[in-house]
């Protein structure tokens, strides 16, 4: 039997048939018309007048920061429950992260630390982060910012399809970043995107991306420039994922109300909870064990399933337990520490079949002696 994954690349015929009508237009890289028409697409999804296709949702952080200017001797705010690439982007530009600590409400940035940290002190900018497909909250979040004046860059890489209060994920702020990563809700194999209503950052941030050429026929430079462009090819390949985003939510959360409704009645197990106004995707279903209250701990349930070749993860280890980020400030810190101890995520792709999901379930509930 093969192994079952929590969330691999979801492919088909149709995204084959779209990289070979790329393949066969001539477009093949850099640039061409499917990249122009995803980044048109991506655009409409998150509501934006803009957006950029690039390398990486990590690359689109990366930018989103430089454009606002941030750099060495800035500090940043940020949620401290992330994957590491949101405060690597950060430090590419020489900026110290100030990390806040998780609401228990939804598992995002705690809106009352950060207004506590916006009484403490200047910040270059905030990065909240949408995790495991719920948006932060930014009815709270939104107004602290504009009165202290600190941009928002939305990290909406683990969200696309999201809505929070009907709005959708990617549409806060002054900027945000997508992720198209082999693991997210859409894949390119790699990559992500930028999206922003603001036409100049836009257009920056091509030109930074494409090494930062100036109109010159002799590659004339004035400032440092990245690679960070996507190809057309995997422009096709996002145009036919992102057209089946739609039903790519439905399935993940279709997932989550199954997982929930077969395990919620065991003793000390709690879903994320999906906090008022928001409609997460559901990107990964993850859970927490109260060791006391379960009687077995996160680690037996995972232990258990890899045995069984179902690969299971521990939630995000949050930064300010990460020995590379030991030195930042942080505000709290208890809510997504208790989360990483007690915290899994489950097979959750919206390829993942019937049977896969039932596996999961019975071997959960054999960790708790069949219960
Ligand atoms: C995946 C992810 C990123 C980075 O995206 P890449 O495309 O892998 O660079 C950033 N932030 C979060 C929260 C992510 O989950």
Redesign the pocket.
Known sequence: MSRIYLSPPHTGLADQAAINRAFESGWIAPLGPEVDAFEAELAAVTERSHGVALS????A?HLALLLLGVGAGDRVLVSSL??S??LNAIRYTGASPVLIDSIADSWNMDPDLLAEALENGEYAACIP?D?YGQCADYDAIVPLLVRHGVPLVS?A??ALGATHHGSPAGSFGAMA?L???G??IITTS???ALVTDDGDWATKARWLSTQARDPAPHYQHTTIGYNYRLSNLLAALGRSQLADLKRRVDIRRANNAFYREALGDLPGVEFMPEAKGNRSTFWLTTLTFDPEAAGVDREAVRLHLESLDIEARPVWKPMHLQPVFAECEVYGGAVSQRLFEHGLCIPSGSSLTADQRDMVVTEIRSVFGGA
């Open positions: 990486s949702g990590t690359a952080l992330t994957f690439a949101t982060v995790i990290d890489a683990e970043a992720s198209f990563n693991n997210k790699g990559g992500g």
